[in-house]
């Protein structure tokens, strides 16, 4: 018997009451001292984020934007993770009025990859120098039901070319029984992702017109329902542009308040995604509460303070400009090289619409060697998967700053292997430049030796090197 989870509970009125009391006139001493204590690495809570919110003043946002920096440095360092979405079905039962894959979208060419379908996509990423892979389905079962996504997951796992294979496969699929969960965590996937797209239930309603996913709660309590099937490793995340982002980002503090509290373990990730223009959807091209760059950016830097142990996601949907400047204010994850259409990467001249038009259309090695001009490492680990490090586990290294430890060997040795197989020139050339420099200023000898050591043997010819 499936023994019920804890219900979570978005008070909407204590947000409410938040908002109309907070963030009016912003006293810059009460700021910096809520910048002070997020330098300590122990989060913030609702009662700090609200006055941030309002925090407009050039100098006041500066601050707040290097203290966001230095909290994501202090934690994960200056690595950047890098993924690919694996779009295997648009089917949908859905109306989601701002989503391209929805129902009543007659004009959309629909698609469920076929499992040698599937291998060719995943050979085309694997010979492109990717590593992890988020796996991604429209919220309607194929005809052979959820076992297709289980078969998918394996067909991932057991393809291989000349020059790799995916290391980690991430699911983001539509809500699940917890019997469905088990089943996904005996399959060996990382991080189950899905996003309440609004915690505003009136707006929550008026854009999910029907299907499973205008049942708010079911939505809500999926990430409980993962957790009790064991998947420990979770993530969130809203779509911006549909209500008020003040609101959403101190609901979304709520949810995480529910989940440390019901498991002790928060989100290991969180997804910032705003509206993008999709096929034939009036509301994605015009948001109903739109989110400007600034805002955007503010919103990004107080959740890295807010959560400091918690990766945040940065898709493509952003332009390289806007990503560039989230990468300095906390962004560790990064897809790069995407397409949003089942069938897209091994056959791009038979492209059907994607989910949402995408402002970043370069190819990884182009991403890769923009993250390495801006001083940052690209990292294709998938060590702490691997080796257990996750959940409760992985938070107790991260919270305290220590993930870095392991994180920048592993970043390390997989950025030599990625060099070495795929790189163009000038991507090879800023990549051994950054090795160098990174390996040159670890202060702790036994870590640069290990760091070192594991670089080396990749350089060596050996390959899958992490710690």
Not at 46 to 68: H, N, Q
Request: proline content about 5%.
């Amino acid at each position: 018997m499936t023994v019920p989870t804890p219900a979570p509970h978005i008070d909407d009125s204590r947000i409410s009451q938040a908002l109309a009391a907070g963030p009016g006139l912003v006293e810059p001493r009460q700021v910096r001292e809520i910048l002070q204590k997020a330098k300590e690495l122990k989060g913030l809570s609702r009662d700090d984020v609200v006055p941030l919110l309002g925090v407009t003043d050039p100098e006041l946002l500066g601050e707040l934007f290097r203290t966001a920096g230095e909290v994501k440095q202090a934690i994960y360092g200056n690595r950047i993770v890098l993924f690919a979405p694996l779009y295997i079905s648009n089917l949908c039962a859905n109306e989601c009025d701002y989503c391209a894959f929805r129902v009543s979208n007659r004009a959309l060419d629909r698609r469920v990859l076929s499992q040698q379908e599937i291998a060719e996509e995943v050979r085309w990423l694997v010979d492109h120098g990717h590593k992890r892979l988020l796996m991604v389905a429209g919220e309607a079962m194929p005809h052979d039901g959820f076992d297709y996504y289980l078969k998918a997951i394996d067909t991932i796992y057991a393809t291989r070319t000349e020059r790799g294979e995916i290391r980690r496969v991430n699911v983001n699929l539509a809500p699940l029984e917890v019997e469905q969960f088990t089943a996904l965590k005996a399959r060996n996937i990382g991080t189950y992702q899905l996003f309440q797209e609004t915690y505003h239930r009136p707006t929550y309603a008026q854009v999910h017109k029907f299907g499973r996913k205008a049942d708010y709660d079911w939505r809500l309590g999926a990430i409980d329902r993962a957790m009790q099937a064991g998947i420990d490793d979770c993530g969130v995340g809203v779509l911006f542009g549909l209500h008020d982002w003040r609101y959403e980002l101190l609901a979304l503090m709520q949810h995480i308040d529910h989940l440390e509290d019901a498991w002790g373990v928060g989100p290991h990730t969180i997804s910032m995604p705003r509206l993008e223009p999709a096929d034939g959807s009036e509301l994605a091209s015009h948001p109903l509460a739109p989110l400007g760059d600034t805002d955007f950016l503010k919103l990004i830097a107080i959740l890295r303070m807010a959560v400091p142990y918690t990766g945040l996601i940065l898709s493509t949907r952003e332009t390289p400009e806007i990503r560039r400047a989230a990468f300095r204010l906390g962004v560790s994850q990064i897809s790069a090289g995407s397409v949003t259409n089942p069938g897209g990467y091994a056959h791009p001249e038979n492209q059907v619409a994607g989910q949402f038009s995408l402002g970043d259309h370069r190819s990884l090695d182009e991403v890769v060697r923009d993250v390495l001009q801006l001083g940052f490492v690209p990292s294709f680990c998938t060590a702490c998967y691997r080796l257990g490090r996750t959940g409760r586990d992985f938070m107790d290294l991260a919270k305290p700053g220590e993930i870095k430890t392991h994180c920048l060997p592993n970043a390390l040795a997989t950025l030599q292997e990625y060099l070495q197989d795929f790189a163009g020139a000038d991507t090879l050339q800023a990549g051994e430049l950054r090795i160098a420099e990174d390996l040159d200023v670890i202060d702790e000898p036994k870590l640069r030796r290990r760091a070192g050591r594991m670089v080396e043997a990749v350089r060596a010819g050996k390959h899958d090197v992490f710690c």
